[in-house]
């Protein structure tokens, strides 16, 4: 004798998303039961509009409902620079940061021979489709600080140098507010060789 | 500027979820948002039916898809003892043990003076509607072994005892396949307390 078979399904559901285990698809599940029928309508219905709403952008492959995305239609923004990350949801940690307020360009994902993932699998020759008419001086590439994300930064830096483009990384170091003692070899090596002169 | 509207209003329904907090909301968000249409659209669904379809047992107080539960229909059941839960969750955990046949009873919750939860919050009267047709004789309280479910524990056996009822309390103690060296001192002094003659 198990659970109602409504229960198991939603449970078997909800296993299926990422960091969910088989003890908290059940919490979560108990939780849809306990909850308000309108509380677990609008989550359904969002769930919903996600898929029927959000599309990606045309130019930069971001996230967005309206294509061009806000990014690319705002006229403010300077053309110059491009940052080029791995996934939609890095453009607002960039964004968030403050400073910056140029273009983005979205991969979509990071070389990964391992996975198979080569450079014909991400929005590499949307990338250099941007570059065609000119105006872009500079490229940042904010890939993550991984294996995949700097073959990816190393990668793209070949192929962009060549078209005369200033093309920079962004810094490996200790993150804001950490302690060193809690920094890994790598790392507090990547802080080490990325020091600058001070005072 | 920020993520397109209905995919922050995912991200805000999820966060209503119990464990997921701002990061886990945002990673399941863009999950959902890249999972293929038809998964994302069997969570929309699983979600709904939950709440169409399962109900509770109003025998019982478990949840079921067809009342009475399976359970309280099964005649195979000894109907002599009763094991008292706090949640529905709690009836699978006592079944999957393994060596349980008799009936249960889910209280849905727990005494809490400091939630302002009383007896009357509780599916109290239902158990004892349950023993007016007398052929029960024995009573398992498995409330939680926490303050609020101590406290439920000893209020049913004073209310149960007079009634010429077995009540029983499930044991606290060291979890099998533990250590010791990693029992908090209150386990530790349950499983001394409960310690049984061997050999």
């Given at each position: 004798?198990?659970?109602?078979?409504p229960?198991?399904?939603?449970?078997?559901?909800?296993?299926?998303?990422?960091?969910?285990?088989?003890?908290?698809a059940?919490?979560?599940?108990?939780?849809?039961?306990?909850?308000?029928?309108?509380?677990?309508?609008?989550?359904?219905?969002?769930?919903?509009?996600?898929?029927d709403?959000v599309?990606?952008?045309?130019?930069c492959?971001?996230?967005?409902?309206?294509?061009p995305?806000?990014y690319?239609?705002?006229?403010?923004?300077d053309r110059?620079?491009?940052?080029?990350?791995?996934?939609?949801?890095?453009?607002s940690?960039?964004?968030?940061?403050g400073?910056?307020?140029?273009?983005?360009?979205?991969?979509?994902?990071?070389?990964?021979?391992?996975?198979?993932?080569?450079?014909?699998?991400?929005?590499?020759?949307?990338?250099?489709?941007?570059?065609?008419?000119?105006?872009?001086e500079?490229?940042i590439?904010?890939?993550?600080?991984?294996?995949?994300?700097?073959?990816?930064?190393?990668?793209?830096?070949?192929?962009?140098?060549?078209?005369?483009?200033?093309v920079?990384?962004?810094?490996?170091?200790?993150?804001?507010?950490?302690?060193?003692?809690?920094?890994?070899?790598?790392?507090?090596?990547?802080?080490?060789?990325?020091?600058r002169?001070?005072?």
């Amino acid at each position: 004798m198990s659970l109602p078979a409504p229960l198991e399904h939603l449970i078997e559901q909800l296993r299926k998303l990422p960091g969910i285990g088989a003890k908290g698809a059940q919490r979560l599940a108990f939780h849809v039961l306990k909850t308000p029928r309108e509380d677990a309508e609008r989550l359904a219905d969002a769930i919903r509009e996600v898929k029927d709403r959000v599309t990606y952008c045309s130019v930069c492959t971001n996230i967005t409902d309206i294509d061009p995305c806000a990014y690319c239609a705002d006229e403010r923004r300077d053309r110059r620079i491009i940052c080029v990350v791995e996934e939609p949801q890095n453009v607002s940690v960039v964004e968030r940061s403050g400073g910056f307020r140029g273009m983005y360009h979205v991969l979509m994902g990071a070389l990964s021979p391992l996975h198979g993932i080569g450079p014909d699998d991400l929005k590499i020759r949307a990338l250099l489709t941007r570059l065609v008419d000119g105006g872009v001086e500079e490229i940042i590439l904010a890939t993550n600080p991984t294996v995949d994300g700097e073959a990816t930064a190393i990668y793209l830096a070949r192929l962009l140098k060549p078209l005369g483009l200033r093309v920079t990384r962004i810094a490996t170091g200790i993150p804001v507010g950490s302690d060193l003692e809690y920094a890994d070899e790598l790392t507090m090596g990547k802080a080490m060789e990325g020091r600058r002169e001070v005072g």
